[in-house]
């Protein structure tokens, strides 16, 4: 079955019980007086990941009403909480790179490189003795395969046993299941990427086990997948009509299995489609400039 | 109700019937040796316009299998065969003016702009005497609403008025219906541009009447309204429950009702999205590439 | 003979004397703590128009070490300075204009299109009521003659007309004289755009004579002319020769004979180039979003 | 003594003798009914090499009037040229990597990533036996120190030992001594790239030694060096002011020594910038699609 979202908060969402999910622990906080909901899911063992359908680690997200729109007051808050957390990951670790995935010809596919556009790198400034006060920061926007030919797994393996840093952070847009989700919620995870459901699939997990050292990932969604969409009607339908209606045939499937036959309606070329918001230009932009001032201002020593 | 393509063509194969439509007339030829079908649409009357659902005027598609693969031996014939139609249009016009319609930050909707940026620009070359072997030829990528603040209408007003070419071709990115269309389909009309479903809405209608000259519109579908996406998984649930499932409660409803269905369906947030291919990148700038050569050759005198 | 400097306090540093100039009055300040120097020239009548060689009218200039460096502390500083200067020149006008002038595609003259790129533009919101707390502004970042056979004048004339702003603001690159006060200068004109020696010559002044309201350039000189350079050159060698050298020689010339014979020294193709710092693309970035930002907060209401 | 041309061309003009360069020889040809120029220099041995002041290898030198104008008709023999020239480079290789170095946001250094951009890349298409009448092309732009922290050698050295290509195509601008070579002449060699003059200076030498396979660099001159521009000045006034002037001083003079006075006249300041046409945007644009083109066509099989 293809994946549906991207975000841990949504898988956990799907699973419809009041019970806690064994092996996953959840808990939220509120930062302040800043309206920015917190939620850190912890997949605590294999349990827990056959449960959520994630692998073990921690999921941070960071959600706001405020992220899509233009205002600057919100910018700090959210530049801050982030950069908080990231402080965390980082922790004494010395070199970091930083790879920013995704296609910057594809406006919803162009966060991660629009954040190495913004990234104030150091790397080569500490090794000629220009700066002292940072970090070292080293980036890459490696491109997708359709314009290197490589994955970008390999990519990145090859530069991190080159260049050695201690954690890569990898930015990347990815796919949520709540329209209302998109351009608006932060995910970092501990467990890198996993081939996914946003504009650019990579086919290949890039994480620690595969890289050799901690990945942190970050995550925005930018796009909602078709299927998706296609589900989220037949559930409406189920809704609009009642019980005169389709439901009784509905109703025999369990919600995997609809959204199966929601992919199973959707041609083979509407898979390699996405949805995006008229506006992902803007909101594209705006996110990953406050994702690589967070970045920034983490790196700061 | 929302419209739920830009083309003519899709428009007239939406509806289901053998005979002639009153007030249409329709005509195909192939292109000599190449593949590109050329379909020929004249909306003769008010009872045309009315019956079809576009204004009277001449809609011309070029089709071809190839316009979105990466072939150079496709991108000549291409360029002859919409060169020789522009050559009908433009006819003994001396003065013409380019509007590259849509935003250039979003991949789907910057047909328009590319199209001006490898634009032959000539008007600035004849009056200097620097050139002469051309019609004079002006551009304009005027942005969208939400970069200006003004309608693409009131600026290209304003152009025509100051500087008064003879024909203005507008270029625009267009929404299809069916997916295997995008980015193989070229639609001229002498009709203009009507407020449409793309990416970027055109809330005013950019035709001879709103700006005083012949308007020629060249069109390429890029996109897939959501409501469209979800009034097709709706028709494939109905084929596929067959009689045991919704399809009696279906069966109530007409085609024209089934998409006031699936537009109703679509949340608020979800009608400002749109649908479009992950390699939407390359298929714009080769379009792009394809229709400025053709306006190029078209202006050569 | 060619323009040397866009900078009006460039003009003025030219002029070595010790005495004021006559109807050009020159006051300096300070801006509070911040290392912002402005320097205000006003060009009072004809007389003090032909001795600096500048048009009648205000000229302010901001300086600052830090404009060019990666440092956000600096950022806001000169966004409230800019912006409180821009408040005075908007005054009480409800409905202001933008133009961002110049090429995107070429690094050091995309600053006015990349100020479009950052700009709120509101004109349409508040029409549609979406907004109430902003003046009325609407932008365009027409191109160049090269890429639309018309003159940045007439496409501004025809928009002016026809939106009917109370105030046009432009935005331009600018060449300077001395290479140490590119990208860390910010300059405010009432007189708007003369013909210059920028990247993109505008061959037609863009000022109220032309326009028929008020306009107010920002430039921001981004390179230097060739000619000012071998110009530095002859006279560094004079230095650097002695009397021994060809001082004996140059001697006869004064300065503008000097740089008379600095052109012609240039041969025709060179006069078509430009200088520019390797770096410009970080300065070019950074600059746009700073000006960008103090429009957006002049504009609030 | 800072190079002042990265041309092997110019390099061999700038030794004013008839006698043949002990170590190096020349040979040109015309190709064809084309206005193509083809010089080819053989740097033979370390006498050659110190001599020319080039590493010992070849240097092809294509030159044409037209590269730089808009001319459709002149694309085609460049690239078929151009690519006969690849060809025999390349051999009966079977896997090549193509790098375009250089910073995308800097135009005339914009190069390299263009051509990237144009490629058709094969690599992950032949491996998924999608296509097979290619020989395997992968593709990077690495980008430059500044955005990345990395050297353009570093990054390249893990990548080629990573996957293993039989040989790396380095795409670079250069910097040229005549203004009107620029954006007209192609320069291969199988030497690599030397730290050079252009844009973004490699500080490490991009060769067959550092990189371990075979390396061919293709290089455009986009730009010129300041000391050049200033170099040139002072010759042209040597000529303008004949025997009374400062000609009997600088005679004193050769040129390596004028050139390093030159270079001291120039505030270091301005050793960091680059002296570049006006409408560099169109000709590296153009240029890059020229170079990518002939890639394309070398690589079928």
Redesign the interface.
């Given at each position: 079955m293809r994946v549906r979202t991207d975000l841990a908060l949504e898988m956990k969402e799907d699973i419809e019980t009041d019970e806690p999910i064994k092996g996953v622990h959840v808990s939220t906080k509120n930062n302040g007086d800043t309206d920015i909901l917190e939620t850190r899911i912890v997949v605590e063992n294999e349990e827990g990941a056959m449960n959520l359908g994630k692998p073990v680690g921690t999921y941070i997200t960071l959600e706001s009403e405020h992220l899509r729109e233009?205002d600057?007051s919100f910018h700090k808050p959210m530049t801050e909480v982030l950069s908080k957390n990231l402080k965390r990951f980082i922790g004494n670790k010395r070199r970091i790179m930083v790879a920013g995935l995704g296609?910057r010809?594809?406006?919803p596919d162009a966060l991660g490189p629009f954040v190495?556009?913004n990234l104030?790198?150091?790397?080569?400034?500490l090794r000629e003795g220009i700066i002292s006060h940072s970090i070292?920061?080293?980036?890459?926007?490696?491109?997708v395969?359709?314009?290197?030919?490589?994955?970008s797994l390999?990519?990145l393996?090859?530069?991190v046993?080159?260049?050695k840093p201690e954690l890569l952070i990898v930015i990347d847009a990815l796919a949520a299941r709540q329209?209302?989700r998109l351009n608006k919620t932060i995910q970092l995870a501990d467990t890198g990427i996993s081939p996914g459901s946003g504009?650019?699939n990579h086919r290949n997990a890039i994480n620690s086990e595969n890289i050799g050292i901690p990945v942190l990932a970050i995550g925005v969604p930018t796009v909602?997948s078709?299927p998706t969409?296609?589900n989220d009607?037949?559930d409406?339908?189920v809704d609009?009509?009642g019980k005169?209606?389709?439901k009784n045939?509905l109703k025999k499937f369990n919600e995997d299995e609809r959204y199966q036959?929601?992919c199973e309606?959707?041609?083979p070329?509407?898979e390699?489609?996405?949805?995006?918001?008229?506006?992902?230009?803007?909101a594209v932009?705006r996110i990953s400039y406050t994702i690589s001032?967070a970045i920034n201002e983490a790196a700061l020593a």
């Open positions: 233009h600057d296609n010809e594809v406006t190495i556009d104030y790198v150091t790397r080569h400034l070292e920061v080293s980036a890459i926007a490696p491109g395969m359709a314009q290197t030919g490589m994955e390999t990519i393996q090859a530069l046993d080159k260049i329209s209302d504009v650019g909602i078709v969409i296609v009607a037949m409406a339908m609009a009509f005169n209606g389709p045939v036959l929601a309606m959707v041609t070329y509407l390699n489609m996405f949805v995006t918001p008229k506006d992902i230009d803007e932009k001032e």
